[in-house]
């Protein structure tokens, strides 16, 4: 399997296990040059078994041989410029006098090139459910008082302070260094310090829970490009409100998605085994199709990481509480283990590809100028590089330049295809930009339109679906409002149904790729599907008339 963990690595066959024990020199140098191939493969991260045979027999080693060859793996490991922690270690249930055991390692360094590795989870749940504390805790390393303290750190307006409501989409970062250790906030360390220590980063993107920000949650979850998701489930009030709904998001934007029961302390421990219940029949059901896994002690954690990444049907639940901080240290072990989702030459084949960056916020900063946030796409960029920014209202690129870049609040010289950033744009004017441009090498060329055509499914609709009905789209890191043209082969759609629309957008062209996902919703209705064709604009001719579009 590509994904990171090595293939669960080719642990050592039994002819091998003296070798490994006491290896000729010969014989370390081709293991350690092995490790350094597979700690590329997976960004700086490999798990070892030891005392698995080649065809996955578990055989197991004496407590001796155990110590040896893990001294041994120690050694490689300096040899590469890594770090080991043993994840697990358990007895092979042997008829043998002597107990034999294997082991599992995670062996983790810092990239060559001092990239951390980064992953984005984003946070989800119904209002109150917990997420926001959660991550006060997780991120600032101390427990909550019960009564909110722990999430006023990570609120951004006064609105959300008064009411404990999140509305905006705030970013925390939790660290780990090479030896698996949390790195946060609660030596009292700035974002840099943690960035400078860890060798993984998980970036949470807390995502707002009221129904009426649900406009916040779709695009956090379609512009931020999440590995993952983390559905927050308050364990006294059960499935609720937007939970379905925020379930439902996640599957429908393939993101893989584990659970968080929170505020375990609350309730009796039926009432959350209540909850478990409820939320595995719901996995479970044909629509969702996922294979519930309750994480309860440290092994099921390395376990739950290892399946989550090798199959996207595998669904780990975590029953926490943030007040007495029970189970919290298997969330934190999960985090450490969980691998990237793409491999090395998946990441090399989009930096070949040429610089592609989704323009999600902007800013202007005191001294710097216009800033601008998201997520790089494809290919990679650079200080001093020279792009092109649109579409603009009338269809057109303006040029500009990119004068510095920050990743998590650090400087940062390259900018790799995936990574999330802030570009600072000196003195571009701030009002030529909008969320939904995108910024690409002057040679892409881009295709804008203001008509595409999508596969789409009605998910609900109260009344029909037809041509005129106005929605709002969200494609990546683009919301607008989009005039449906035709329904091809219908008159009309009802719930459940299948077909080709031809959408036309409302205000201005944008920047479309067939096959790019897409949903779209007005009050009730909601459907998902991806672009299958689009009807360029060409440049010379930016502002097409509405007598153009229809002919």
């Known amino acids: 399997n590509n994904i990171g963990m090595s293939s669960l690595v080719s642990a050592f066959s039994p002819p091998l296990q003296l070798k490994l024990i006491d290896p000729t020199q010969y014989r370390f140098e081709h293991l350690a040059t092995q490790m350094k191939w597979r700690l590329q493969e997976g960004r700086g991260e490999a798990v070892y078994q030891i005392g698995v ?25 300096e040899k590469v410029g890594a770090d080991i922690t043993i994840l697990r270690e358990r007895e092979v249930d042997h008829d043998a006098d002597i107990p034999r055991k294997i082991a599992e390692v995670l062996i983790r360094k810092v990239p060559d090139d001092q990239q951390f590795l980064d992953l984005r989870v984003a946070v989800l749940g119904n209002v109150d459910s917990g997420k926001s504390t959660l991550l006060g805790v997780l991120t600032q390393g101390e427990l909550d008082n019960g009564r909110g303290r722990a999430r006023l750190n990570l609120f951004r307006h006064l609105h959300e302070i008064q009411t404990g409501r999140t509305s905006s989409i705030s ?26 220590s860890a060798s993984k980063m998980i970036t949470f993107i807390d995502l707002a829970g009221h129904h009426k920000y649900l406009k916040t949650t779709i695009f956090g979850l379609t512009s931020y490009c999440p590995d993952f998701a983390m559905l927050v489930v308050s364990a006294n009030t059960g499935i609720a409100g937007t939970t379905r709904e925020h379930l439902g998001l996640a599957m429908a934007l393939k993101v893989p998605i584990f659970i968080v029961v929170s505020k375990v302390d609350l309730c009796k421990r039926d009432t959350v085994e209540r909850t478990v219940r409820q939320l595995e029949r719901i996995l479970k059901q044909p629509g969702c199709n996922k294979v519930p896994l309750v994480v309860s002690t440290a092994d099921d954690a390395v376990t739950a990481a290892q399946q989550f990444a090798q199959s996207p049907s595998i669904t780990p639940i975590f029953t926490v509480s943030s007040v007495s901080g029970e189970s919290l240290n298997l969330l934190k072990v999960f985090f450490n283990i969980i691998p990237p989702l793409s491999n090395s030459k998946e990441q090399e084949e989009l930096m070949q590809q040429l610089t592609e960056f989704q323009v999600d916020e902007i800013y202007t900063v005191p001294d710097v100028g216009t800033v601008v946030g998201g997520t790089l796409y494809s290919g990679i960029c650079r200080e001093g590089e020279q792009l092109v920014v649109g579409p603009t209202d009338s269809g057109q690129f303006l040029k500009l330049t990119v004068c510095s870049i920050q990743r998590n609040r650090s400087a940062c010289r390259v900018l790799r295809a995936g990574q999330a950033a802030t570009l600072a744009l000196d003195t571009f004017d701030r009002s030529l930009l909008r969320k939904g441009m995108v910024m690409v090498s002057p040679e892409m060329n881009p295709t804008i339109c203001w008509l595409f055509e999508a596969e789409i499914v009605l998910l609900f609709h109260a009344k029909t679906f037809h041509k005129g009905f106005q929605v709002t789209v969200h494609v990546g890191n683009i919301r607008q409002t989009a005039t449906v043209k035709a329904v091809h082969g219908k ?5 459940g149904e299948k077909a080709v629309v031809c959408f036309k957008f409302i205000k201005h062209p ?42």
């Not at 045979?53 to 041989?65: A, I, K, P, Q, W």
């Not at 660290?175 to 609660?186: D, W």
């Not at 008159?491 to 719930?495: A, G, I, M, N, Y």
């Not at 909601?526 to 229809?550: R, W």
């Open 510 to 551: 944008e920047y479309l790729k067939v096959g790019a996902k897409l949903l779209f919703r007005e009050g009730a209705t909601k459907g998902i599907g991806q672009v299958t064709k689009l009807q360029p604009v060409s440049q010379s001719q930016p502002s097409q008339s509405e007598e153009e579009d229809e002919a």
């Open 491 to 495: 008159e009309e759609l009802r719930t």
């Open 171 to 196: 970013f925390e970062i939790l660290g780990f260094n090479s030896k698996g250790e949390v790195v946060n906030y609660s030596e009292s360390r700035t974002a840099e310090e943690i960035c400078e």
């Open 53 to 77: 045979d080649d065809n996955g027999m578990l055989v197991g080693l004496s407590e001796e041989d155990l110590r040896s060859s893990l001294k041994t793996l120690g050694r490689m490991a």
